[in-house]
T-cell receptor, first 115, second 112 residues
Framework: GAVVSQHPSRVICKSGTSVKIECRSL??????MFWYRQFPKQSLMLMAT?????????EQGVEKDKFLINHASLTLSTLTVTSAHPEDSSFYIC???????????FGSGTQLSVL | EDQVTQSPEALRLQEGESSSLNCSYT??????LFWYRQDPGKGPEFLFT???AGEEKEKERLKATLTKKESFLHITAPKPEDSATYLC?????????????FGSGTQLTVLP
């Protein structure tokens, strides 16, 4: 199946700093990527839809100035958590679709811990 | 608004003890229902897509079925390596392309 690489897998940062998470589709082009957030023992909550070459679409309640998304190429999308606070600590997951059968392939996730 | 409810929240089985996981959904037009497996600290791994009522798909010890209101993931003679959280998700006509609504998952533990 298609491979989606997400980096880093784990990051610990101080409150007030910014953290960038990368999501790459390794063997296919992804015009659309999705960013999810997941709290322990809870489901994936869609944060935003990232479209190559255009502005991301954010879900209701997600601050676009705090969670900056850039989709500069057909194989790379980045999520930057700006001025991180402890409440931003969570598991962040990206996904991309090959467009065939609407299957989504997920990255391995990034565990963000803000101290 | 699309809704997906999975039950039970957690399930403990002995190795070899078959069982089923349930995914009930309410959507305005189903494009597809997806099953994923998620291991701790990892992203979801795709298992199956079902598109219409009556459809069934199998992979090793897993079999997914679909009706107009729910889907079941049957696990036959499970092994400890089947322990994971199983997520169900729907893609509806209301959602944008490839946007899924996820259930909260069933955490399966298979004891040796």
């Amino acid at each position: 199946g298609a491979v989606v690489s997400q980096h880093p897998s784990r990051v610990i940062c101080k409150s007030g700093t910014s953290v960038k998470i990368e999501c790459r589709s390794l063997d296919f082009q992804a015009t659309t990527m999705f960013w999810y957030r997941q709290f322990p023992k809870q489901s994936l909550m869609l944060m935003a839809t990232s479209n190559e070459g255009s502005k991301a679409t954010y879900e209701q309640g997600v601050e676009k100035d705090k969670f900056l998304i850039n989709h500069a190429s057909l194989t790379l999308s980045t999520l930057t958590v700006t001025s991180a606070h402890p409440e931003d600590s969570s598991f962040y997951i990206c996904s991309a679709s090959t467009g065939v059968g609407e299957k989504l392939f997920f990255g391995s996730g990034t565990q963000l811990s803000v101290l | 608004e699309d809704q997906v409810t999975q039950s039970p929240e957690a399930l403990r089985l002995q190795e070899g003890e078959s069982s089923s996981l349930n995914c009930s959904y309410t959507v305005s037009g189903l494009r597809g229902l997806f099953w994923y497996r998620q291991d701790p600290g990892k992203g979801p791994e795709f298992l199956f897509t079902l598109y219409s009522a009556g459809e069934e798909k199998e992979k090793e010890r897993l079999k997914a079925t679909l009706t107009k209101k729910e889907s079941f993931l049957h696990i036959t003679a499970p092994k400890p390596e089947d322990s994971a959280t199983y997520l169900c998700a729907v893609h509806s006509l209301q959602g944008s392309a490839r946007q899924l609504t996820f259930g909260s998952g069933t955490q399966l533990t298979v004891l040796p």
